[in-house]
């Protein structure tokens, strides 16, 4: 049972530094979300992707790309690195519809950048 | 703008006590909320979740009570134990074709001995 995996689990950058954080899912979900974690803050929806071949920004965009590869696949891309976005991200899926929209998270990518 | 928020940050309960959790949200085009637990460490998990139709629903030993009127949510858990210490979640989402789930900042549940 993977559910959600996501990679990697920690990473340090230095500011101006990219990176793409991978995230995926056997679940057959349609809805794959990312968010990031700070403390203080809750978790904050940076982008989410209904569904395949569609994307959405959530409340803090700014800053990141995200790529809905496949069905199980979304990722989340860094082009310049920031000290602001050192956090926890942690991808998410559902499957949306009528069973509900239950959220299954991932173990999180904690981010420093330096 | 839309937002779900939390009354507590941070809650301690006796061992063996029942905990209540609060959540209060502003949209009330909302028609589905959920409950998570967050342990140190790791991603939230799903506990509990209530649709905007129902005033109650029990699980094994936790119950969420929704009142529309105020928008108001509230986790209850029965006979809490160490064990459920964590930091909790209340979430909104609405049932469309786009949803997203929206997360409240949570509520830090600890358990005295």
């Known amino acids: 049972n993977a559910g959600v995996t996501q990679t990697p689990k920690f990473q340090v950058l230095k500011t101006g530094q990219s990176m793409t954080l991978q995230c995926a899912q056997d679940m057959n979900h349609n809805s794959m979300y990312w968010y990031r974690q700070d403390p203080g803050m809750g978790l904050r929806l940076i982008y989410y992707s209904a569904s395949e071949g569609t994307t959405d920004k959530g409340e803090v965009p700014n800053g990141y790309n995200v790529s809905r590869l496949n069905k199980r696949e979304f990722s989340l891309r860094l082009e310049s690195a920031a000290p602001s976005q050192t956090s926890v991200y942690f991808c998410?899926?559902?499957?949306?519809?009528?069973?509900?929209?239950?959220?299954?998270f991932g173990q999180g990518t904690r981010l420093t950048v330096v | 703008g839309e937002s779900v928020g939390l009354h507590l940050p941070t809650l301690s309960v006796q061992e063996g006590d029942n905990s209540i959790i609060n959540c209060a949200y502003s949209?009330?085009?909302?028609?589905?909320f959920i409950w998570y637990k967050q342990e140190s460490g790791k991603g939230p998990q799903f506990i509990i979740d209530?649709?905007?139709?129902?005033d109650k629903r029990q699980g094994q030993r936790v119950t969420v009570l929704l009142n529309k009127t105020v928008k108001h949510l509230s986790l209850q858990i029965a006979a809490t134990q160490p064990g459920d210490s964590a930091v909790y979640f209340c979430a909104e989402t609405y049932e469309n074709r786009d949803d997203k789930i929206i997360f409240g900042k949570g509520t830090r549940l600890h358990i005295l001995p």
């Open positions: 998410a899926s559902s499957a949306a519809g009528l069973g509900g929209t239950e959220a299954f």
């Open positions: 209530i649709r905007s139709n129902m």
């Open positions: 949209n009330s085009a909302s028609d589905y």
